[in-house]
Nanobody, 123 residues
Framework: QVQLVESGGGLVQPGWSLRLSCAASGSIFSIDDMGWYRQAPGKERELVATITSGGSTNYADSVKGRFTISRDNTKNTVYLQMNSLKPGDTAVYYC?????????????????WGQGTQVTVSS
């Protein structure tokens, strides 16, 4: 089993910054892509940013230039630095990891999700 634990959410004013963290633990052989998604009330979950094990990144157009995703492979942790926050960024943020695990018959990959952390941007 694998667990993803997020931290760093909160209530901030427009223009402020927040840094989210997500640490993976459990039966991990390796982690491929990691990412952040968000879901605002009444809307579908959407991609915010992803990062490969080699460090290649991808961002939603709405956050390009304001958000930065990074990871520490030695800690199985992914981060999301969010700057110049806007009210439209208000949502529950979820981290995602594609984890390779070792079992008796070999290895398999599975997607895991964190429990979510609330980010609220309001004056």
């Amino acid at each position: 089993q694998v667990q993803l634990v997020e931290s760093g959410g909160g209530l901030v004013q427009p223009g402020w910054s927040l840094r989210l963290s997500c640490a993976a633990s459990g039966s991990i052989f390796s982690i491929d892509d990691m990412g952040w998604y968000r879901q605002a009330p009444g809307k579908e979950r959407e991609l915010v940013a992803t990062i490969t094990s080699g460090g290649s990144t991808n961002y939603a157009d709405s956050v390009k230039g304001r958000f930065t995703i990074s990871r520490d492979n030695t800690k199985n942790t992914v981060y999301l630095q969010m700057n110049s926050l806007k009210p439209g960024d208000t949502a529950v943020y979820y981290c995602n990891a594609n984890v390779e695990q070792i079992v008796a018959w070999g290895t398999f990959k599975e997607d895991y999700w964190g429990q979510g952390t609330q980010v609220t941007v309001s004056s």
